[in-house]
């Protein structure tokens, strides 16, 4: 199944920052998605990201906020823009493989994001 | 709307018995994929099993199996033979037909030796 290098893999930032997290995937793939995941909670989807197009927001999440870049099929950013506290939460890249629903959803290691 | 629904926030089982987790969902779209995923506390995803809603018969790989009850809409995880590596969350997840996943809640699942 495909392979992500997910960076960075945890970091410590002031509030009224910004992060970009990157993902690069070994092999193309269509779609890519963006998820957060706060402290004792399950995954939440932030965006989809289809290159050449503009990434598709789930409801709560805008692209001020979260500006997402797929600049082509093996990689992407995702930026927290702004920080707060809030926004300490693991962020997590996911592809769909195209192998086959068996081989499941692939995910990045994460990036641990703690806001100060 | 589509919704995934874990009841069981923790469970707890002897090591070497087995142990079920539940999931329930609700779709009204005929074409899905019920997904399970492991978290140990290294935060990573380790994809388990997939069921598709037109399978007819309940998935297995190796000690992980699924309890796939289509008119209950519930797809259960079974783990046969519990070990302390098991020890981690699990995610009950289901795909549809715009592609993304959808999780549930959550199962943190503790092995006592």
């Keep these: ?116 | 709307a589509q919704k995934i629904t874990q009841t069981q926030p923790g469970m707890f089982v002897q090591e070497k018995e087995a142990v079920t987790l539940d999931c329930t969902y609700d779709t009204s779209d005929p074409s899905y994929g019920l997904f399970w995923y492991k978290q140990p506390s290294s935060g990573e995803m380790i994809f388990l099993i997939y069921q598709g809603s037109y399978d007819q018969q309940n998935a297995t790989e190796g000690r992980y199996s699924l309890n796939f009850q289509k008119a209950r809409k519930s797809a259960n995880l079974v783990i046969s033979a519990s070990q302390l590596g098991d020890s981690a969350m699990y995610f009950c997840a289901m795909r549809y037909n715009n592609n993304d996943m959808r999780f549930g809640a959550g199962t943190r699942l503790t092995v006592k030796p």
């Design chain 1, 1 to 116: 199944s495909a392979v992500i290098s997910q960076k960075p893999s945890r970091d410590i930032c002031q509030r009224g920052t910004s992060l970009t997290i990157q993902c690069q995937v070994d092999s193309q793939v269509t779609m890519m998605f963006w998820y957060r995941q706060q402290p004792g909670q399950s995954l939440t989807l932030i965006a989809t990201a289809n290159q050449g197009s503009e990434a598709t927001y789930e409801s709560g999440f805008v692209i001020d906020k979260f500006p997402i870049s797929r600049p082509n099929l093996t990689f992407s950013t995702l930026t927290v823009s702004n920080m707060s506290p809030e926004d300490s939460s693991i962020y997590l890249c996911s592809v769909d493989p195209s192998r086959g629903p068996n081989y499941g959803y692939t995910f990045g290691s994460g990036t641990r994001l703690t806001v100060v």
